[in-house]
């Protein structure tokens, strides 16, 4: 195995009194596209929110290209996300006032590209991911396909080396779900982009390359190489 | 579904004669199609002469004859085997994974690493299947998703019950 | 359950911030409005107070048919200034057993003093000296409360031995004088003000019971799909306003009673205002404690509309919501009435039905169109940000852009505020009165700290004390001569004191020092006291040069006669200048007359104002003025309307930020999730807070554009209408642009204060929720 992208070791973190991950540790490789799988809170989310540098855990580590994360700055840390990393959601991914291409170009405006660049580029992904129609709507105008798609325009546009997607299918009925998948597995692997996965769906978690389940805050099993 | 593991797994748990057997298999995997008399006495005779099976006694109690059958040592390594591989994901997998659950359970075995090694098998198979459908044609990506949704389904299965093995131990020891 | 009871319970228990927000904003509210409305009666209550101790006098008009009580009480009273205050002291002399004024238990014997305690402080303090003329004797008790105008009020009754008997004798205490009313423009500006501060304080009532509307669409939804009918959606919506109204009315109540006393120190007293007497009269009282909970019901009813009528009220489509341009109709029409009537005034008169009609209907719609027109105007800001380059610009145009109005209701209240702060502000000058100016005049002959004492001279003060007081540069004495025209035989049967002339005896190189003017002394010895500033308006006077003219002395009888000189220079000294006041200036060489003024020319410090009040005899000590405190007490009537005016305006921004600062605070909780999101994308939180200030600054400064160029064509019309001023009262930009600016910061101060709140929303805990 390459040396990690990303690692995580002995994650801790509760909300309040409840724990929400209990020595979780995992590493993802360059380029390698992982699932986290498990039942509703076993903290698969929180996991990918510690690795994504969103939240801070209470204890452990999280590298990132040998960068400690949990201990940036906030705005460091903030700073890395627009630079290296994507988001997809299940919901709210987009922001509702902005149109489809804002949406996407955001990366790029915050990165300090000119408006104009910014949003001729996003509107190239937006065709590359065949939601080119819909690039003047708003969130509210477009299906939920299509707002996942634009979506995945988004976290990718800004050339990521990993992108976080958490249930990115979890609104989706299975062929949309699978079209999301396909555009956002297609276009990591021609970028070799690292996906971080969470997902309750097998079929969603049998695009990644590894598939590890928590439970309870930690890992139970692995499958894959 | 596998009898002759099953019934060696079941007595596994303690020894047993063939009646015995016969009943504690209908009770617990036989709902839809109990065994036949004469399977559990053809089946153990192939154990006994497999050396997975020895008659540990026989006793007369007012009615016919009863011979208990044990496991040998032989017996349990081919079972210690059996519940260590996980099933090809094939078709129609539910009945011998209930069995090779509720067997381990019963025989003290970890009948989470089971369900776990079984998840294993078919994430893997999931993933080269979804991996198969990339640059396929349509047909045989129908094919491909009709065995994904199924293995799907068999996962579905594997979930909820890793989720609620506490409770069926509780209840198988009643 | 009755809707209305689980309307209630919902209020209580559904979300607990919600609740202490609200009932928070409607407190401050109800509080608000309890001390406006007390603030007049306020105002009242001092003048009963004033009333209440006037002496009612033996044998005048309202005494007529009683009979003088056997004690005889006699009373002389000075007003005079003790370090900027005005300072009241009652010289008596009692009976024992006489009336008694309120405050009082009894009078002072001679040579006791009974103070107020503010003035009490003073006596017993270091700088009792300064007062040993003014309020001699020692201090034996205060004044209590009934007997005093304001809690700071400076205000003694001096004991004396006894007073001759034209002193007035008291027969009781308690007249009442006839007040002039207040000056229309004046009744007009308040009930304007009045609704100026009322309608934010009903936009933040409004909002308050309008927080986390989604949250409440939401739930209200799901009772409607569970078959609620809109009837019971409309009253648990109602309910759920009114517990927030009562909770907040109570709360306001309590905020009124332990804020009064802090409160009456802004009120425009110098002597204060006692706590009690800040109290609401009775039937707005009870109004606003009936209707302020009624107006949160029906506010919370109105606000749920959208979700009574349907039970999917609650749409996730963010559908896009221009507004239209028939908003600015009303603004229009408005003005264009009010410019109608100003052009036509001549031939409709105020008071004439077109008249009145066109001034009511075209205030009233500029008012409100101001408001209906706010959404325009903010999506025109909105458009006109978006083309600024930058992140926080395009993502603010773009919230802007998506609801207009939404964010004109937040900006709304501020905005009416402005407009009717702009009205009342230019109306300050007509109130104005031409003495007051008069007063300032002074300003340009001395400076602000030179000492002016009335004339009537009982004692001749020792001028070579006042001239050693430490910070005295000059002293000037001046005295009073009466002249009799040239001719005037005193036998002729007219009365001498109708036709002489009054002239001013003094030393002009003393005037110039005191002055510091450049005075043409060595010309002569008479000088001309020009009248209007034009030297032609003078040479009419009898009183002309080589003249023989007769002195009168303090009989009426011609006891000298005086040849005014060959040349009279004129003196650049005008009469109204209020230094001189007669039509000559005399060297006291050519007529000896008794010293009556002086003019000492100090260095304006309080403490030598003080020292040569001290050296001066009680008369003089007690008229003694100086220039700066004679221009605030002439102009104390104005001063204390634009005080009040001014109070009115910073409360009244008070109000409309802090409706601002909770409608743009539940309107970042309200976009949690998208905030969220931005965050999770790497968004730095300085461009997110931009973004907030931006998006209310944008709508903020073309909605103040517009309010302030209404609230001029308003103010211009309406001023060129109903004042007499043939030469028009300027409008007052700079007090206007100083209002704007001043609720900008405001509007930028109360959005600076909700974005902590950008950090504590855009949590990634959001993410998850739906």
Sequence with gaps: MMEPLLTARDLHLSFGASPALAGASVDVAPGEILALLGPSGSGKSTLLHCLAGILVPDSGEVGYRGIRLDRLSDD???????????????????????????NVALPLRLAGHKRRTAEARALEWLERLEVGEVARKRAGEMSGGQGQRVAVARALVAGPRVVFADEPTGALDSLNGELVMDLLVGAAREQGTSIVLVTHEPRVAAYADREVVLRDGALALTVGA | MSVPLTLLGLLQVRPRHGYDLKRAYDAHFGHDRPLKPGQVYSTLGRLERDGFVVVSGTDRDGGPDRTTYAVTAEGVTDLDRWFAEPEGPAAYLQPVLFAKVVLALQSGRDAAQVLDAQRAEHLVAMRELTALKKDADLDRVLGLDFALFHLEADLRWLEHTAARLDRLGKELAR | MTPWLLGARLALTANRMRLVATTIAVSFTVAFLLAAMGALPSRQAKLDRLDARNVVQVDSQVATGMTAPAAVVRLESQVGTYRGRPLTVRFVSAEPGGPLPPGLTR???????????????????????????????????????????????????????????????????????????????????????????????????????????????????????????????????????????????????VAFWLLRGPACALLPFPEGVYAQDLMPPLTMLLAVLVGVPLLAAVSGVLALRRVVTSPLGVRRTARVKTAAWWRLAPLLSGLAMLIVLRVNHTAWPLGTPPGTTLLLLGGGLTLVGVAVAAPVLSQLGGRLLGRLPGLSASLAARRIDADPTASARVVTGMVLVLFVSAWLLAFLPVLESSRDSGEKELLSYVSAGTVITASDVRKRPDLAAVQRVPGVRAVAVLGYAALTPPGWVSDDGSDPARTSHTV???????????????????QGTVFRVSVSGAPDTASGSPLAEGERVGVLDSQGVVAAHLVLPARIPELPIPAYSGLLQGELLVDPALLPAAPSRLVVTTDGRADTVENVRAVLPLDLAMSAQTVAERVKAGASVYLGYRRAVKIGIVLALLVGAASLAVTTADAVAERRRSLATLVALGTPLRVLRRTVLLQTAAPMLSNVVV????????????????????????????????TALAAVVAVLLATAATLPLVSAVGRPEALRAE
């Design chain 3, 504 to 522: 001013d005896v003094g030393s002009c190189t003393a005037l110039a020092r005191a002055t510091r003017r450049h005075l043409p002394c060595g």
């Design chain 3, 707 to 738: 309010t302030l160029a209404a609230a001029a064509m308003a103010s211009a019309c309406y001023l060129g209408v109903t004042t007499s001023v043939p030469t028009g009262v300027p409008l007052p930009w700079g007090s206007w642009a100083l």
């Design chain 1, 76 to 102: 460091l840390r903030s700073e890395l996300r627009r630079s290296d990393f994507g988001f997809v959601f299940q919901f709210g991914s987009l922001v509702p006032e902005l149109s489809a291409v804002e």
């Design chain 3, 107 to 253: 009078y002072p014997r001679a040579g006791e003093v009974i103070a107020s305690p503010d003035l009490a402080d003073v006596l017993r303090g270091h700088r009792a000296g300064e007062l040993a003329t003014r309020v001699p004797g020692h201090l034996v008790g205060t004044v209590a409360e009934p007997g005093l105008a304001g809690p700071h009020e400076l205000y003694a009754y001096v004991g004396v031995a006894g007073f001759d008997h034209e002193t007035p004798q008291v027969q009781s205490y308690g007249s009442h004088y006839v007040r002039q009313p207040a000056p229309r423009e004046l009744r007009i500006a308040a009930w304007l003000g009045a609704l100026g501060l009322l309608l934010p304080v009903l936009v933040l009532v409004a909002t308050a019971t309008r927080l986390s509307a989604s949250s409440r669409d939401r739930r209200l939804a799901a009772l409607r799909l569970v078959g609620a009918t809109p009837k019971q959606a409309s009253a648990i919506a109602g309910a759920e306003g009114l517990v927030s109204g009562i909770l907040g009315t109570a709360g306001g109540l």
